[in-house]
T-cell receptor, first 120, second 115 residues
């Protein structure tokens, strides 16, 4: 079963509108971290925002915010006032804490991504 | 400018060639990673190094051979690759393994084409 699910392969949004990119995750670990990355056509993966499983408040970083609904295992990325430069692939990722005690994977587990296109 | 630099940016190689991908990080991190990104697939973790010691190998074929001579440099040596190995190879780093809350810092990647 997939650990990270991004159900929107592609999205078209008008410039200046707000955008919500969906991400659901699957884990039985009470301690985990959720990450969002942006990948422009140049290829670099750019870290945007982080949400910890115990964080009481939704994370925010400038125009990026995370709508974290723990009971639903949902961590949607919200981009306010979208810009043409926001056009890119967006990836949701997770790291579980029990990976360390169990000797499991240290790297992030990624979803398949959403291709966001901002139209003028 | 990214703190993680990958060279070359693009590489075309035949199935019998031997080549190497290079990654250098200027962030003072102790953990380095290789990921493979194929079209329409999630990023796949290949190798993890912590303080120059390999701590993880995710069932990667032996035609991919990593090397980490120091905590700032990571190589991926390639030999007798297959066309399905064509992908974007991404290097990443973070301060250290052992915590779940620090992000990975990625380079621009090497676009590899195997002919």
């Amino acid at each position: 079963a997939q650990k990270i699910t991004q159900t929107q392969p592609g999205m078209f949004v008008q410039e200046k509108e707000a955008v919500t990119l969906d991400c659901t995750y699957d884990t039985s670990d009470p301690s985990y971290g959720l990450f969002w990355y942006k990948q422009p056509s140049s290829g670099e993966m750019i870290f945007l925002i982080y949400q910890g499983s115990y964080d009481q408040q939704n994370a925010t970083e400038g125009r990026y915010s995370l709508n974290f609904q723990k009971a639903r295992k949902s961590a949607n990325l919200v981009i306010s006032a979208s810009q043409l430069g926001d056009s890119a692939m967006y990836f949701c990722a997770m790291r579980e804490a029990t990976m360390y005690s169990g000797g499991g994977a240290d790297g992030l587990t990624f979803g398949k991504g959403t291709h966001l296109i901002i139209q003028p | 400018e990214t703190g993680v630099t990958q060279t070359p940016r693009h590489l075309v190689m035949g199935m019998t060639n031997k080549k190497s991908l290079k990654c250098e990080q200027h962030l003072g991190h102790n953990a380095m990673y290789w990921y493979k990104q194929s079209a329409k697939k999630p990023l796949e973790l290949m190798f993890v190094y912590s303080l120059e010691e390999r701590v993880e190998n995710n069932s990667v074929p032996s035609r991919f051979s990593p090397e980490c001579p120091n905590s700032s440099h990571l190589f991926l040596h390639l030999h007798t690759l297959q066309p399905e190995d064509s992908a974007l190879y991404l290097c990443a780093s973070r301060p250290g393994v052992g915590s779940y809350n620090s992000p990975l810092h990625f380079g621009n990647g090497t676009r590899l084409t195997v002919t």
